[in-house]
C-alpha cells in the first residue's frame, strides 16, 4: 500500500480525512460484487415489467418510472429479491470504512450493507421515513437517504426513491426533508463521496445550491466553508485490436472540470485496469489504521481482526 501515501492528492484527502470532521457519502461502488448497479437494476426491472429500452441515452429515472406505472406488483417484487435477498457477504471496504474516523456516514444505496457493517458496532441508522435531521450527523451515524431494504424484507410503495415522482416528491415538493438536511450537511461539512457518481439531476442541483452558499460565506469573512471531494479512479480509453488501454486524460480533465463546477474536488487513485478498483479497499483501510480484517456476513457476531 505504500505506492498510494506516494500521490500528493491522496495524501491531501487522507490528512482530510484523519482531522475526524469529514462525512462519508457512500455510492453502489462499495457493493458491487454483491449487488447490481443502478443501470442494471433499471433494465431488470423493466424487462419484469414489459418496459422496451430504446438506447443508452435514455432516463433511468423515467424508465424506473415506467415500469412502476405499468406493473407495480413486478416493480416492487424485483426490488424486494434484489435487495431483501439472503446470502451477501458485507465487504471489508464497508468494514474499513466504519474503522476510518469519518464523523457519519450518508448513502444513497438501498441495500443493507452499511447498516449491516454498523450494526457491528452499534451505530444509530436513520433513513428518510423515519425523518433526516442534520443535527444528528455526528457520533458515526448512518443515513440511508433514498431508502433501505433488510434481508428478507418486501419492499411497497414508499419504501425507496427510485422514479421521477419519487424524487419529485421527496426532493421538489414544498416541505421536502431531504433537500434542507443535505443542503445543511453540505454547506457546512467536509464531505468526502466514495464509489459515487452524483449522476442524479436533484443531488447536482443540492451541489450546486451549497457551492453558491459557500461562496457567499467565503466572500463575507476568511472562511471559505468546507472542502468536498470524490474519490474516482483513472480513466481508460477502449482497448482496440491488441493494443493496451491507455490513461485518458483528456475525459478524467473534462470529468473533473463538471465536479470542479459544484464545488466538489476530484481526486483519482491509480488503478492498473479498466477492471481495477481494489485501491479503494486500500485506501479505506490506510484511512482506518486498523490491522487486517476477515470477510464478515450477516450472520457473523462481528468482524475479526489478525
Known amino acids: 500500500m505504500e505506492e498510494l501515501l506516494n500521490i500528493p492528492e491522496i495524501n491531501e484527502l487522507t490528512d482530510s480525512v484523519q482531522a475526524g470532521r469529514s462525512v462519508a457519502f457512500i455510492g453502489s461502488g462499495l457493493s458491487m460484487g454483491e449487488y447490481i448497479g443502478w443501470g442494471i437494476l433499471v433494465n431488470n426491472l423493466c424487462e419484469a415489467c414489459g418496459i422496451a429500452l430504446g438506447g443508452d441515452d435514455e432516463d433511468l429515472l423515467e424508465l424506473a418510472q415506467q415500469a412502476k406505472s405499468s406493473s407495480p406488483d413486478e416493480y416492487h417484487r424485483v426490488l424486494s429479491e434484489e435487495f431483501g435477498k439472503e446470502g451477501t457477504h458485507v465487504p471489508l471496504g464497508y468494514m474499513y470504512l466504519l474503522e476510518s474516523p469519518f464523523n457519519a456516514y450518508l448513502t444513497i444505496n438501498y441495500d443493507p450493507l452499511l447498516a449491516e457493517a454498523g450494526q457491528f458496532k452499534h451505530l444509530s441508522l436513520y433513513d428518510f421515513k423515519l425523518g433526516l435531521d442534520a443535527s444528528k450527523v455526528k457520533n458515526k451515524s448512518i443515513f440511508y437517504i433514498h431508502g433501505y431494504v433488510g434481508r428478507g424484507v418486501q419492499v411497497v410503495d414508499g419504501d425507496l426513491i427510485l422514479t421521477t415522482e419519487d424524487f419529485d416528491r421527496n426532493y421538489e415538493h414544498a416541505g421536502a426533508i431531504i433537500p434542507s438536511f443535505l443542503t445543511q450537511v453540505l454547506s457546512y461539512k467536509p464531505v468526502v463521496f466514495i464509489g459515487c457518481g452524483l449522476q442524479e439531476p436533484a443531488l447536482k442541483k443540492i451541489l450546486d445550491i451549497c457551492n453558491k452558499i459557500k461562496s457567499d460565506i467565503a466572500a463575507r469573512s476568511s472562511n471559505s ?82
Not at 266 to 295: F, G, Q
Request: glycine letters at 4%; zero cysteines.
Open 225 to 306: 466553508g468546507p472542502t468536498h471531494y470524490i474519490l474516482l479512479p483513472t480513466l481508460y480509453t477502449k482497448a482496440e485490436d491488441d493494443k493496451k488501454p491507455e490513461r485518458d486524460f483528456k475525459k478524467e480533465s473534462e470529468e473533473d472540470s463538471v465536479y470542479d463546477e459544484v464545488g466538489v474536488r476530484v481526486i483519482r487513485y491509480i488503478r492498473n485496469s479498466p477492471e481495477d478498483y481494489t485501491p479503494v479497499e486500500k485506501i479505506l483501510k490506510i484511512w482506518s489504521k486498523a490491522p487486517d480484517i476477515k470477510p464478515v456476513s450477516a450472520y457473523d457476531e462481528g468482524p475479526s481482526y489478525d
